[in-house]
């Protein structure tokens, strides 16, 4: 594999605007993110984004950005535009999508998502964390895998929702939104139109599913802070510090 980590990043979020260049300890958010992706040591890093201000945050300190439309739907059109632009002859054959808003991952749970794609038979990776909080196994903003073991940390999904699922004794995981896709799959994938499952659950993901693609899920120890209010934002201040 070759692979690349591309990070989205807009400025339009509704619940706290202009999140990427939120201050985290003297440097924005993005920065935090980028940094984690660059100690993955993986591969290239690009930072995708529509705002000149996130393109210079992350120039600044010597990363590369590049500058998408702002009309893009997700996070996935975003990259794959990029990736069109950076790398058509497809020398990628592998992309990682990391959130712009997870400026606590760790590198370890970024070169995680690798493992399932050295079979190929895997179109897209993921991740999850068991979940331990009885709160978060009924709240629908958390999103839930559904999947048959493979190995003790390794799940093929089967489905993704924000119900309780699935329903008897046993763990339930908390699926966590950074994937890895293979080349061919992404190009697929943006050229489908949204899935009725996708629509109804508000979860792009399943539109793969629904198309036949193949997902296979890594499990970490934890989730990842993922900033979307005020709170968050004030939460990772403090894990980082």
């Known amino acids: 594999m070759n692979p690349i980590i591309v990070i989205p990043a807009r400025m339009a979020a509704t619940r706290l605007p202009g999140k990427p260049m939120a201050d985290i300890l003297g440097e924005p958010m993005i920065v935090h993110v980028w940094r984690r992706a660059i100690e993955a040591e993986i591969g290239d890093v690009v930072v995708a984004t529509d705002s000149a201000g996130i393109a210079e945050a992350i120039r600044q300190k010597g990363g590369r950005a590049e500058m998408t439309r702002p009309d893009h739907p997700s996070g996935s059109d975003r990259i794959h535009e990029v990736l069109q632009s950076i790398d058509p002859e497809g020398r990628h054959d592998v992309v990682i999508n990391v959130q712009g808003d997870l400026p606590t991952i760790a590198p370890a749970a970024i070169r995680a998502v690798l493992t399932p794609l050295r079979d190929p ?115 990772a201040r403090d894990l980082l510090a």
């Open 121 to 235: 038979a895997v179109d897209l990776a993921t991740l999850v964390a068991e979940i331990h909080r009885e709160e978060e196994r009924t709240a629908p903003s958390v999103v839930k895998m559904v999947g048959t073991r493979l190995a003790p940390e390794h799940f093929r999904c089967l489905y993704f929702t924000r119900a309780t699922a699935p329903w008897g004794d046993g763990p339930l995981y908390h699926h966590i939104g950074l994937y890895g896709w293979r080349r061919s799959a992404l190009n697929r994938f943006i050229a489908l139109p949204p899935s009725p499952l996708e629509v109804r659950e508000k979860l792009e993901q399943l539109r793969a599913l629904e198309a036949g693609m193949r997902i296979d899920a890594i499990a970490v120890a934890d989730v990842p802070l993922g900033v979307d209010t005020p709170a968050d934002l004030q939460r």
